[in-house]
């Protein structure tokens, strides 16, 4: 399977700044999804990020707050937009690697606000 | 829409001993897929075991064993000879086969008694 780098592990940021998380993955793919995370809570499912269009974002998720860039096949970027304590959970990248393939996830990124 | 229900919020099982997970979904799509996700502390989402819908055998991946029941919307999944490793959150996940698309179920967290 797919080897799939998200960067950063963790970080800890202040309330109403920004913070980009990047996902890099070793082979082409044909899709690349983000997912939040909250604490003791399931995962939820942001958008699909689509190469070279805008993303499809899930309702309850808009692009002012989660805008996502997927420049080519191996690469995305979520980017979480002023932040608040609320905004604290695990956000995760997953990647398929073609048709009736399961997904593949990124070891996550594990962000809290002040 | 899909939506994944796990009523078990916590399990124990002893070590070398089985335990079952339930799993109940609903969904109007015809062709789905069917996933049993492990995440440990380390908070990677590892995948177990896949099945896809239109297949009535079980799926099974070493000590890892699914009963599947299509029309009772039912997919538990069986955990032979536990051992320390396999504790962790265990997540049941449908994914629709038209846009991939997952939907979690809150998931059941599996204690593991040397």
């Known amino acids: 399977s797919a080897v799939i780098s998200q960067k950063p592990s963790r970080d800890i940021c202040q309330r109403g700044t920004s913070l980009t998380i990047q996902c890099q993955v070793d082979s082409q793919v044909t899709m690349m999804f983000w997912y939040r995370q909250q604490p003791g809570q399931s995962l939820t499912l942001i958008a699909t990020?689509?190469?070279?269009?805008?993303?499809?974002?899930e309702s309850g998720f808009v692009i002012d707050k989660f805008p996502i860039s997927r420049p080519n096949l191996t690469f995305s970027t979520l980017t979480v937009s002023n932040m608040s304590p609320e905004d604290s959970s695990i956000y995760l990248c997953?990647?398929?690697?073609?048709?009736?393939?399961?997904?593949?996830f990124g070891d996550g990124t594990r962000l809290s606000i002040l | 829409a899909q939506t994944v229900t796990q009523s078990q919020p916590e399990m124990s099982v002893q070590e070398a001993e089985t335990v079952t997970l339930s799993c109940t979904y609903d969904t109007s799509e015809s062709d789905y897929y069917l996933f049993w996700y492990k995440q440990p502390p380390s908070r990677q989402m590892i995948l177990v075991i896949r099945?896809?819908?239109?297949?009535?055998q079980n799926a099974t991946e070493n000590r890892f064993s699914v009963n599947f029941q299509k029309a009772a919307k039912s997919f538990s999944l069986k955990i032979s000879d536990s051992q320390l490793g396999d504790a962790a959150m265990y997540f049941c996940?449908?994914?629709?086969?038209?846009?991939?698309?997952?939907?979690f179920g809150a998931g059941t967290t599996v204690t593991v008694r040397a």
């Open positions: 099945q896809e819908a239109y297949k009535q």
């Open positions: 990020a689509n190469q070279g269009s805008e993303a499809t974002y």
């Open positions: 996940a449908a994914q629709r086969s038209n846009d991939y698309k997952l939907s």
């Open positions: 997953s990647v398929l690697t073609g048709d009736n393939q399961p997904q593949h």
